[in-house]
Structures are given as structure tokens and as C-alpha cells.
């Protein structure tokens, strides 16, 4: 899923826009239990077919099932210790657009090694690639339990992918005897434009492009391999091609702010809680959160930017089941990695990672370089000086999107709340306070008021408490597997737009709770003291209906530790 905001006003009517692209795997967990316990490892010995299913693929097949199960008789098992696993060389990741062309060779040859493997072996591509689609798309459940377990859309995306990455780097660098090997990171993050396109980090890097080498995947989008093709994060925009580089640049950038720099507490930014016992079947629109900003957004995005429209399910890179198939996952998920590095340094909010013991002790399984299967846990991802590991800085390119400064666009005349309610007979919209909350299907253009909260002006506010303005959409029902884009306008409640809905697959939705962060949004428009604001909620998904049980605005409260 992919949340994009953009802002509109003039000096009558102050306007914001929402984006929220929806990438949708198999199986979304996300409520939270009542005997809640940490995420144990799962008995690998039970395993099941991954399967991803799409009620509106552009092929005719669209049902997509693997055998994803991971090699377990006769491999060595062992639990984690940084004693077993010491830093005896550094390993610096650097941006895919400056490696050079003997780093480029490194990098071949590494994966040609790996590709080169018994399929069987843990250390091959074959195995590394499954083990993604093993744990996003329901090979496995909850150990001692019938729950399908997920590492995507909660608290766990960026810990489980950091390790993941972290293992099979050490993989590459055992296969080349080259301990400092390391991975190159995709800057598609750094709108820098240059007429050198071999040379920016906004397309696809071109050593990624050559045919009949171990980096190519003849499994991508046609139109975006042209390694002077910008990247264009937002879903809807991707088929738009008449934007010019500048144009393109500036949405990314403003994205990328909203994305990173407005989300600043880890709820906001890495996604909600998930436990032993989560269960999608027993969430409800009060306790079902989706994942992150990072995650929904830009990392969302540019899995959809890359894939195949014209294959199953845009595979390679557009569905979990055969994403980390494509050499270029590990380079997108290197810079989703080290933007979460850098989010934790930016000034403001409660940029910390979360301290629940849930969290931490969370237990994750992987291969190691000597066949070993290891049982990790969350709290091991967090220091990446543990690992040896650092990124090349992108100074220039980060401080684009993390100073830049979101304009505002015209709208109607007047107060749009009350040209809402004059001219449209809009009604306003309340929070669902459970399940039984009536459904409110989505079309080209639904529209209502949402009631801002009391504004808290108590003093027993704590030092080290944040309190941001978040708006909820509550029970958000669509296909589980499709990218679904959601345009969400606040006081434009005039804007429309086309849709298709065709007949959904009624055994594969998806119901869940979306919330953001719009304070920094309301009170750059200066919207923070009215009373209602207008929101306008559009979609072009050919997923098949969307509908919501509720909107409200709330405010919500994080402890920042110190």
C-alpha cells in the first residue's frame, strides 16, 4: 500500500490531498490479541503451497502457486549470538548509480555463484528468493497454531528485511571469499536530474538492464527498463508519460516528505503491532492497522513501477510471491533499509524503534553462508553497526525530500464546508465503533465531513509525550492482493474521476484500519481550528469494490523514550 500526500490552498480555500496506494499481499494479520506473546519461529517441517490470487490480473491465469517451502532435513540449526557472527570486515553499501565497473563485475559474479547453486542448497537464489515468498504469501503458520504468518504490513517489515538482506550479503561474500563484499542500495529516493542518466539514482541502474547477465529479469516492465526512465513512485502517475523529468522529480519529492518526514513516530512510519495470535479473520475497524509509510508508500510503489503488467500478477516484482526472484529486490530493499536508518535521524517526533517485547523478541528464521538454519530475533536488527554494515551517504539527494516544501493549488471559492453541505447536501461521516457499522462503498467520487477533535490543551501533557493529529479510515474492505490507489481530497470536494469496478473474488479481501499523520499538513493549510473539514475519497483500483465503515480525526499519543 502507498500513501502519497500533496497539498492545494489559496487564500480562501485550503485544500489537502491524499494519496494511498494499496499493495496488498496474501494473508494481512494485523489485529492485535488479547494473550498477546512475541512472534515465535515457525516449524518449518509444516509447510504449505503459496498461493496469490487477483480477481482482475491483465492475463488469464490469475492464480499464481508455488512451492516456496524451505529445505529443512539433515540442516544445521542454531540460535543467534553476535559471538558467532563478528565484524572482521566493514561493509559499505554504496549507491547502485556510482559503482564503478569493477564493483559492477563483483556484483555479477556474486550472484552468479549463488544462481549457480543446487537449487536444494539454502544458499542458492532458488532458496533465498523462496524464502520471501514462504513468509509473505501463507506457506507457514504461527507455530502451534492454523494462523498464516506474515512478515509484511506491521512492525516486522523492516526488522525481518534487514535480516534478511544481512544474511544473504554474507551469502554473496562467502560465495566470492571477499569478506567486505556488500550490496549496492537502488537510490530511487534522489530526484538529483541530470542529462548523464547512467549516472542518477531516479532509474533503474543500467548494469541491471543487460540481457543474458545474472542482474537481468526479463520479468519487469518493458517501458520502465530503459535506464533512462524515471522512476515514478506514485501508482496512478505510472501510466502517465507526458510529465516532464522536473514534473516527475516533484512528486516524488513530495511523497517521499509526507512518506518520511511527516510520519515521525515508528506506529506512523514502520507500521503496527502483530502477535502471537493475530489473526485478519478476528480484526475489527477499532484494533486492525496496516503497515507503515515506508512500507505502504515508496517501497510499494516501486515494487508496482518494476514489474510486468503484462505477467501474472505483475510478477516478478509486483506480488511477494516471486518479488526477491528479481536480483534488483535486494538493491530496492538496501535503500528501504537505509532510509530507515536515516528516518531515526531526522529532527522531530518520536523517531525510535519500538521497546514492547513483543517486538523485540519477535524470532525470525534464515540460512546462514555455512548452511546453518538460524533463529533471530527483531532486537538484533536494530544496531547495523553490529553488522558490520553502513551506507555510502546520499547527502545531496536526501536533503531534497527532506527539506522540501509542499505548495499549495486552488480550489472553490469560499469555505468548502459549507459549499459541501449547500451545494452538494454532503453529510457528515462518523467513526464506526465496531464491526457492525454499516458499509459505505466507494465510487468515482464520495464525499463527507469529518469533525476534527477538541483540541487537548492540558497541561498534564508529559515532557516526553508527542501528540500528533491522525486521521482514521476505518474498516477499509478491498482485494487483499492488488495495488489499489485511493485518493483522499480534505475541503476539494468537487474532483472526480472514473472508475472500474468488476466482480470481486469474495474470498480473498482484505478488511483493515488505515491511519496517518496530518497534522503537519493541517497546519500548514492553517486548518487545525476549524471545526469540520471535507473529505473526498476517489479510487481507480480495478481490484473490485472498495468500501470503509467510518472516518474520524483523532489524536494520538506516543511516549518518546529517552
Keep these: 500500500m502507498s500513501l502519497h500526500l500533496s497539498l492545494g490552498a489559496t487564500t480562501t480555500t485550503r485544500s489537502l490531498l491524499v494519496w494511498l496506494q494499496l499493495m496488498l499481499g496474501a494473508y494481512l494479520l494485523i489485529s492485535s490479541s488479547a494473550c498477546a506473546k512475541p512472534i515465535q519461529a515457525p516449524d518449518i517441517r509444516k509447510c504449505q503451497k503459496a498461493i496469490a490470487t487477483s480477481p482482475n490480473a491483465t492475463v488469464d491465469n490469475t492464480t499464481m502457486t508455488l512451492d516456496c517451502c524451505l529445505p529443512w532435513h539433515d540442516i544445521p540449526r542454531r540460535n543467534f549470538s553476535w559471538d558467532d557472527y563478528p565484524v572482521t570486515h566493514a561493509k559499505v553499501r554504496r549507491a547502485a548509480h556510482k559503482a564503478d565497473e569493477e564493483y559492477i563485475a563483483k556484483l555479477n559474479r556474486a550472484y552468479e555463484l549463488m544462481k549457480a547453486l543446487p537449487d536444494d542448497d539454502p544458499r542458492s537464489f532458488e532458496v533465498q528468493a523462496n524464502m520471501h515468498c514462504a513468509f509473505c504469501n501463507g506457506a507457514y503458520k504461527q507455530l502451534d497454531t492454523n494462523i498464516t504468518l506474515q512478515v509484511h504490513f506491521s512492525w516486522f517489515f523492516m526488522p525481518w528485511h534487514r535480516l534478511y538482506l544481512y544474511f544473504h550479503e554474507r551469502i554473496l561474500a562467502s560465495l566470492l571469499g571477499d569478506p567486505s563484499f556488500a550490496l549496492v542500495y537502488w537510490n530511487w529516493d534522489n530526484q538529483i536530474l541530470s542529462n548523464d542518466t547512467d549516472h542518477i539514482g531516479n532509474n533503474m541502474p543500467r548494469y541491471f538492464t543487460v540481457k543474458d ?266 482485494s487483499r492482493e492488488d495495488y489499489v490507489d485511493l485518493k483522499v481530497f480534505v475541503n476539494m470536494p468537487t474532483v472526480g474521476l472514473s472508475i472500474i469496478v468488476p466482480s470481486p473474488d469474495a474470498g480473498k479481501r482484505l478488511f483493515a484500519t488505515v491511519k496517518f499523520e496530518v497534522g503537519n499538513n493541517l497546519r500548514r493549510l492553517g486548518l487545525q481550528s476549524d471545526e469540520y473539514v471535507v473529505v473526498t475519497i476517489l479510487t481507480n483500483s480495478d481490484a473490485g469494490p472498495v468500501t470503509i465503515r467510518g472516518m474520524k480525526m483523532e489524536y494520538q499519543s506516543t511516549i518518546c523514550s529517552s
Design 213 to 478: 547477465t545474472p542482474l537481468y529479469d526479463a520479468k519487469r516492465d518493458r517501458d520502465h527498463t530503459p535506464a533512462s526512465e524515471l522512476v515514478r513512485i506514485n501508482v496512478a502517475s505510472n501510466v502517465t508519460t507526458t510529465d516532464t523529468p522536473e514534473e516527475i522529480a516533484q512528486e516524488n519529492l513530495n511523497i517521499l516528505y509526507q512518506s518520511l518526514v511527516t510520519a515521525n513516530t515508528a506506529d506512523m512510519f514502520m507500521g503496527g503491532a502483530y502477535r502471537q495470535g493475530t489473526d485478519l479473520s478476528n480484526s475489527s475497524v477499532t484494533d486492525a492497522p496496516l503497515g507503515g509509510s515506508l512500507e505502504l508508500n515508496v517501497h510499494s510503489g516501486i515494487h508496482y513501477w518494476t514489474g510486468d503488467p503484462n505477467r501474472k500478477l505483475r510478477s516478478n516484482m509486483g506480488v511477494f510471491t516471486t518479488a526477491a526472484r528479481d536480483p534488483i529486490f535486494y538493491a530496492h530493499h538496501a535503500n528501504v533499509d537505509r532510509l530507515w536508518d536515516v528516518w531515526t535521524t531526522l529532527p522531530g517526533g518520536c523517531r525510535q524503534d519500538p521497546t514492547d517485547q513483543d517486538y523485540l523478541e519477535a524470532e525470525f528464521l534464515f540460512y546462514d553462508e555455512n548452511k546453518n538454519l538460524v533463529k533471530v530475533k527483531a532486537k538484533d536488527a536494530l544496531d547495523l553497526s553490529k553488522m558490520g554494515v553502513s551506507y555510502e551517504a546520499a547527502t545531496e539527494g536526501d536533503d531534497l525530500w527532506k527539506n522540501f516544501d509542499p505548495k499549495p493549488t486552488a480550489g472553490n471559492e469560499g469555505s468548502q464546508v459549507q459549499y459541501a453541505i449547500d451545494k452538494m447536501g454532503v453529510k457528515e461521516v462518523s467513526a464506526a465503533l465496531d464491526n457492525t457499522a454499516k458499509a459505505i462503498t466507494l465510487s468515482s467520487n464520495f464525499t463527507a465531513l469529518v469533525k476534527l477533535p477538541t483540541k487537548n490543551t492540558s497541561s498534564n501533557k508529559s515532557d516526553d509525550e508527542q501528540v500528533d493529529e491522525v486521521l482514521v479510515i476505518q474498516g477499509v474492505d478491498m
